[in-house]
């Protein structure tokens, strides 16, 4: 599903961020990526959703190799990712119904479908009822579920998610994490970003460590 | 339960027909379209202070054109109307009778060249003038009517070059009844060559104005980028393409036109109202020879047509260059 084979990024000012880094997520595997901060977990996660490009090796996603793709058709490719952030980057002036409902329209579809598939989406991550709300009007968990409902609506392979608890308690970032569990076991492909280890630890998925922008576990 | 999330959907469309699918898709298209047509009109009408600043700029650029164009077009059409009546005034000689004159006349208008003719008597020249001139009093206080007598003529064709016109008052002013015979337009063609002047100066003045507006529309939509440089950078993480993107600016940069070009014509058509009446009571003093002439409807079609151009054209050059440079990071 996702390869990384030899992939360094450089930055002119910063120097080094990735070094060499190797690894391979089969399809329907749940991974975490871990490491201080400034190890490059961002970084790595950038290059997946073709926000930066590296300046060797490849990123191949479902067979497809990230360098050699065209700027044009980058919105194509990020269709196939779901991703989620740690301040959700919700639009606050819209519904949740029209926030979970972007990609949708985005992708063209009809207004059945898209109503159909929000509200089912919704309905996963437990907020069917509340389309009609503003996301600042929603607790810190319910906008980060607001997210996820956005990035899954349009069922894509792979789900990233940079901190995607770093603003909630532990309570909510269990909850959180069953929901990215339950994703997993219909076959989408998960890697999360987090330096949250006691509840990496608890979950006892794989782990991808970076230190130094060098991958020092997988 | 969880499972059927990801499985439910996939059913019903692998149930549906190409052509159904298809057609979902052309709706789904046009929804879009329709939906940044009429957001982006919502958005002007929910910020009007800085929509009616946006459109009173630009509208008076437009209307300053505009404006200009029909001067000229107004002018113009003084001109034409001498042009038609390309006529030629021939005075008679002191010595020769009304009757001889009318009969002179008479004979004119059976020449080839020659449309129509029209005697002023001598006595008819003196009422006219009294009248006319406001010199009543002086011509009174002349013993002797000094006036002499004309015949108009009206050459046949409008289309006359001027050495046909010339040849033409060379073979009256050779007739033994002729005292001279007057083509007076050399006028007209100073006027003319000021016009065609005029007329460059138009084409000018709306390039320039027409560049203005664009630049207008163009930092309006940077603006309006710049405000919903959130929005633009979630739309593309995912997955809108810049065309997605640069929808709903376009619209408003159609509509932002559209509104400036029909502000631009009531300005116009306002501005001519006013002149109306004096333009009337001095047309009147010449015969009704002028009209106001307003902007004709394809003329109008034309303004809200290259308003409208200027609008989306200013917004496509902006998108184009900073949607480039609008990234998530």
């Given at each position: 599903?996702?390869k990384f084979?030899?992939?360094?990024?450089?930055?002119p000012e910063a120097?080094?961020?990735?070094?060499d880094v190797t690894?391979?997520?089969?399809?329907?595997?749940?991974a975490?990526?871990?490491?201080?901060?400034?190890a490059?977990?961002?970084?790595?996660?950038?290059?997946?959703?073709?926000?930066?490009?590296?300046?060797r090796g490849?990123?191949l996603l479902d067979?497809?190799?990230?360098?050699k793709a065209?700027?044009r058709?980058?919105p194509?490719?990020?269709?196939?990712?779901?991703?989620i952030?740690?301040d959700?980057?919700?639009?606050?002036?819209?519904?949740?119904?029209d926030?979970?409902?972007?990609?949708?329209?985005?992708a063209?579809h009809?207004?059945q479908e898209?109503s159909?598939r929000?509200r089912?989406?919704l309905d996963?991550?437990?907020?069917l009822?509340?389309?009609k709300?503003?996301p600042?009007?929603?607790s810190g968990?319910e906008q980060?579920?607001?997210g996820?409902a956005?990035?899954v609506?349009?069922k894509p392979?792979l789900?990233?998610?940079d901190e995607p608890t770093g603003n909630?308690d532990p309570?909510?970032?269990?909850e959180i994490m069953?929901?990215?569990?339950d994703?997993?076991?219909?076959g989408?492909?998960i890697?999360?970003?987090t330096?949250d280890?006691?509840l990496?630890?608890k979950m006892?998925h794989?782990v991808?460590?970076?230190?130094?922008?060098?991958?020092v576990?997988? | 339960m969880r499972k059927?999330?990801?499985r439910?959907?996939?059913v019903p469309?692998?149930k549906k027909?190409f052509?159904?699918?298809?057609?979902d898709k052309l709706h789904?298209y046009l929804d879009?379209?329709a939906?940044a047509?009429f957001s982006s009109?919502?958005r002007?009408?929910?910020?009007?202070f800085?929509?009616?600043?946006?459109?009173?700029?630009m509208?008076?650029?437009?209307?300053?054109?505009?404006g200009f164009?029909?001067?000229?077009?107004?002018i113009?059409?003084l001109t034409?109307?001498?042009?038609?009546?390309?006529?030629?005034s021939?005075?008679?000689?002191e010595?020769?009778?009304?009757?001889?004159g009318?009969?002179?006349?008479e004979t004119?208008?059976?020449?080839?060249?020659?449309?129509d003719?029209?005697?002023i008597?001598?006595s008819?020249a003196?009422?006219e003038f009294?009248?006319?001139?406001?010199?009543g009093?002086a011509?009174?206080?002349l013993d002797?009517?000094?006036l002499?007598?004309v015949?108009q003529?009206?050459?046949?064709s409008e289309?006359?070059?001027q050495?046909?016109?010339?040849?033409l008052?060379?073979?009256l002013?050779q007739l033994?009844?002729?005292?001279?015979?007057?083509?007076?337009?050399e006028?007209?063609?100073?006027l003319q060559?000021?016009?065609?002047?005029a007329e460059r100066?138009v084409t000018l003045?709306?390039t320039?104005?027409g560049?203005?507006?664009?630049?207008i529309?163009?930092n309006?939509?940077?603006?309006?980028?710049?405000n919903?440089r959130e929005?633009?950078i979630i739309?593309?993480?995912v997955?809108?393409?810049?065309?997605?993107i640069?929808r709903p600016?376009?619209?408003?940069?159609?509509?932002?036109g559209?509104l400036?070009?029909i502000?631009?014509?009531?300005?116009?058509t306002?501005?001519?109202?006013v002149?109306?009446?004096p333009?009337?009571e001095?047309?009147?003093?010449?015969d009704g020879?002028?009209?106001v002439l307003?902007?004709?409807?394809?003329?109008?079609?034309a303004?809200?047509g290259?308003?409208?151009?200027l609008?989306v054209?200013g917004?496509?050059l902006?998108l184009?260059?900073?949607?480039?440079?609008?990234?998530p990071e």
């Amino acid at each position: 599903m996702l390869k990384f084979d030899h992939v360094c990024k450089r930055y002119p000012e910063a120097g080094d961020v990735l070094t060499d880094v190797t690894f391979h997520l089969k399809p329907g595997e749940f991974a975490f990526l871990t490491g201080h901060s400034g190890a490059g977990k961002s970084t790595l996660l950038k290059l997946i959703a073709l926000m930066e490009r590296c300046n060797r090796g490849n990123v191949l996603l479902d067979g497809q190799n990230l360098n050699k793709a065209k700027n044009r058709h980058i919105p194509y490719i990020r269709r196939k990712l779901g991703l989620i952030f740690q301040d959700f980057k919700l639009l606050n002036d819209r519904t949740v119904f029209d926030n979970v409902a972007l990609p949708l329209v985005i992708a063209g579809h009809g207004h059945q479908e898209i109503s159909r598939r929000v509200r089912a989406s919704l309905d996963k991550v437990g907020l069917l009822g509340k389309e009609k709300k503003y996301p600042l009007t929603l607790s810190g968990g319910e906008q980060q579920r607001v997210g996820i409902a956005r990035a899954v609506v349009n069922k894509p392979p792979l789900i990233l998610a940079d901190e995607p608890t770093g603003n909630l308690d532990p309570e909510l970032s269990a909850e959180i994490m069953k929901l990215f569990e339950d994703f997993q076991q219909v076959g989408v492909t998960i890697l999360i970003a987090t330096h949250d280890i006691p509840l990496v630890k608890k979950m006892g998925h794989r782990v991808l460590k970076l230190d130094h922008g060098r991958l020092v576990a997988s | 339960m969880r499972k059927e999330y990801y499985r439910k959907a996939k059913v019903p469309v692998r149930k549906k027909g190409f052509v159904s699918n298809l057609g979902d898709k052309l709706h789904a298209y046009l929804d879009i379209h329709a939906h940044a047509f009429f957001s982006s009109l919502g958005r002007l009408v929910r910020a009007p202070f800085s929509s009616i600043m946006t459109i009173a700029v630009m509208s008076i650029a437009i209307a300053l054109s505009a404006g200009f164009y029909l001067f000229v077009a107004n002018i113009q059409q003084l001109t034409d109307s001498f042009e038609d009546s390309n006529h030629m005034s021939v005075f008679l000689k002191e010595q020769v009778s009304d009757q001889a004159g009318a009969k002179l006349a008479e004979t004119l208008r059976s020449y080839g060249n020659i449309k129509d003719t029209k005697l002023i008597s001598r006595s008819q020249a003196l009422t006219e003038f009294r009248e006319y001139s406001g010199f009543g009093a002086a011509i009174d206080a002349l013993d002797k009517n000094p006036l002499p007598a004309v015949i108009q003529v009206m050459p046949s064709s409008e289309s006359m070059t001027q050495q046909q016109l010339e040849q033409l008052r060379h073979t009256l002013s050779q007739l033994p009844e002729v005292d001279q015979v007057q083509l007076d337009l050399e006028w007209v063609k100073r006027l003319q060559s000021m016009l065609a002047l005029a007329e460059r100066g138009v084409t000018l003045l709306s390039t320039i104005f027409g560049i203005g507006v664009l630049f207008i529309t163009g930092n309006t939509i940077r603006l309006e980028l710049h405000n919903r440089r959130e929005e633009v950078i979630i739309a593309k993480l995912v997955g809108a393409t810049d065309r997605f993107i640069s929808r709903p600016f376009l619209y408003t940069g159609f509509w932002l036109g559209l509104l400036s070009g029909i502000t631009a014509w009531l300005i116009v058509t306002m501005m001519m109202m006013v002149l109306q009446t004096p333009v009337d009571e001095l047309s009147k003093l010449y015969d009704g020879l002028f009209n106001v002439l307003y902007l004709g409807f394809i003329e109008v079609m034309a303004l809200f047509g290259i308003s409208t151009l200027l609008g989306v054209s200013g917004a496509w050059l902006v998108l184009v260059y900073q949607l480039r440079q609008l990234n998530p990071e």
